[in-house]
């Protein structure tokens, strides 16, 4: 294998493991993270990271949604993985994704689901069994030895696990630091036990653990990584309570040492108004009086009142009880005394895509209801609307309201998770972003929209709020500073 890194004087060679990754797959946050961190670490000038240039890679299943089409890759390597039942094989692919090597795991497991995740746990489990084992071979053959490898919630959690309750399976990963990063608490990987025993891996015996939760690959996982991260640090502090725990709480306190979390930055070159091509007008904090033609469009292309006075809100986001969408659908009705009219874009739960349906169907001069994933769309959406409802039941960073508050588009969201950590609700002091609310309940998220459009028709106190919340730092810069520290760490323990 050609390895240009190797000369580099001593990088820290760092895989960084998901289960879906921009641009070859996204279905959520975890595919805009894995599709932009890396980047943003490649490009960490040495003298911020103690000399040493952080030589990170990227590797996921070759789903088989995967373009080959759009993105060519070339065969480096063919093994068999073991199982139970026999050998299975797995084929290595790689691309370069701006000067980032990606390695893609093909195998029948992998093609077995059509899509990133399927229906099946089982399925699912399998698959991203099969993707872990292999990689973790590949890393034992190649000659790019990581010393870290860095996992992304229960798809890849197993391979902590593997490393430290079978080590002398890897003999060549003996120095390997783990990093976990949850994503997503209550996604476990659970009801896999079938899968797990068709690869030889046995429960977990950790007594900390909850009885239940031994078999799932997150608690897996969590219990054996050298150090856990989450995508935010209010959701790590929310993580050790009863709320948002999700029963794991009191073995996470047995871990809490090794926990912290890094807030998750946006890609602000995909999300930059002033270049945005999707949108119709250009703007900026120092041109922002050209958003207005944006929000004229949107308010043509939905038919909906033209008077400015009225405020447009938005919704973007899957139709998940988690998002807390239902809120906001009981919320409006409840207020029909006040001028708003919204658009609520989003997939996922048929219930809640119907019940949007519905309000549409009562309220058609006032709501449009957009049932399907619009990627080009939310652009325009971001652009043009005046506020963005985001009353999600628990948020572990969320990326909406980043893309949102850089293009003038105020939150109103709960006051949970990376929510708190990034919107600031302090009208007094002239440096609100946003207006914050809680808990997640109709009743609250209804008392703060009313505030909202109070503070609407303040068109200076408005813009003061728009122009706090453009000029924010949202991007990887700060976090992928704070991911480089934690890998000098680990990489000086594994010395
Ligand atoms: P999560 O990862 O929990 O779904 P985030 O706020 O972290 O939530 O990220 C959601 C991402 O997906 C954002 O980039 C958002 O713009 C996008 N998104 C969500 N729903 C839709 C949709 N229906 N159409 C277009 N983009 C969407």
Known sequence: ???????????????????????????????????????ALRSIPQSESDGKQIDVRLIIPYHPIISRETFKTSLIERFPVQARSGRINAAIYQTI????????IDGAPVRAVKTVYGQKPLLDGEKFLFFCKAALEFCGRSAWKPVILHLNDWHTAVIPYLLKTQPQGYPDLFNTRTILTIHNLPFMGAGIEESLHKYGIPPSENIDLPTWSRSFLLPMGLSTANRVTTVSP?????????????????????IRSKISGILNGIDTQVWDPSTDRLISVPFSADALSARSRNREALIQEF??????????????????IQKGVDLLLESLPAMIDQPWQAIIIGAGSEELENKCRDLEAKHPDRVRAVIRYDADL???????SDMIVIPSRYEPCGLVQMIAMRYGCI???????????????????EESTGFLFS?????????????????YSQTRTWKKMQLNGMRKDFSWKASALEYARLYLDEFQAAK
Not at 97 to 104: A, D, F, M, R, S
Not at 234 to 254: D, I, K, M, R, V
Not at 411 to 429: C, F, M, N, R
């Open 411 to 429: 939150p109103v969201a709960s006051a949970v998770g990376g929510l708190v950590d990034t919107i600031t609700d302090h009208p007094e002091k």
């Open 1 to 39: 294998m050609n390895e240009p890194s190797e000369n580099l004087n001593n990088p820290i060679r760092v895989l960084f493991f998901a289960a879906e990754a921009e641009p070859f797959i996204k279905v959520g946050g975890l595919g805009d993270v894995a599709g932009s961190l890396p980047l």
């Open 303 to 320: 038919k909906l009142d033209p008077d400015p006075a009225i405020p447009l809100l938005t919704f973007i986001g899957r139709m998940d």
């Open 378 to 384: 939310s652009h325009r959406l971001y652009a043009g």
């Open 97 to 104: 994704l701006e000067g980032i090597p990606v390695y893609l």
């Open 439 to 455: 808990p997640p309940q109709s009743l609250s998220l209804k008392t703060a929209l009313i505030r909202a459009i109070t503070t």
């Open 234 to 254: 209010n959701y790590s502090s929310e993580l050790f309570t009863e709320g948002f725990g999700c029963g794991l709480q009191g073995f996470l306190e047995t």
